[in-house]
Nanobody, 131 residues
Framework: QVQLVESGGGVVQPGNSLRLSCEASGFAPGYMMDDFAFGWFRQAPGKEREGVSCIANNHDLRWHADSVKGRFTISRDNADNVVYLEITNLKPEDPAVYYC????????????????????WGKGTLVTVSS
């Protein structure tokens, strides 16, 4: 079973930056990192989970939610089995639990959703804003 472990969350002042990481492991025989598309989703208290950024499995196609375009960037390092989310200019509305998800299929509609169609999930990493 694919396992995903997020890290990099913490308390950040508004306007500052941070990088979240998602380490993948447990691929079944015949599968490897670049077989999977990855997405970052977030859920703030009292709100529905929403898609933030996604990256395709075998090419450079990416998707970012309108609310984070120009501030968030998703990337991947298949050799290290890691997916990143670089966050800049953190806004007061960005605090949430950020989840990493993986699936064998990529689509922008799958990303722009609560992510229920994504098969594999991490447990999340918490990002909070401090003043």
């Amino acid at each position: 079973q694919v396992q995903l472990v997020e890290s990099g969350g913490g308390v950040v002042q508004p306007g500052n930056s941070l990088r979240l990481s998602c380490e993948a492991s447990g691929f079944a025989p015949g599968y490897m990192m670049d077989d999977f598309a990855f997405g970052w989703f977030r859920q703030a208290p009292g709100k529905e989970r929403e898609g933030v950024s996604c990256i395709a499995n075998n090419h450079d196609l990416r998707w970012h939610a309108d609310s984070v375009k120009g501030r968030f960037t998703i990337s991947r390092d298949n050799a290290d089995n890691v997916v990143y989310l670089e966050i800049t200019n953190l806004k007061p509305e960005d605090p949430a639990v950020y989840y990493c998800a993986a699936d064998l299929f990529f689509s922008t509609t799958r990303c722009n959703s609560p992510g229920q169609d994504m098969e594999h999930w991490g447990k999340g990493t918490l990002v909070t804003v401090s003043s």
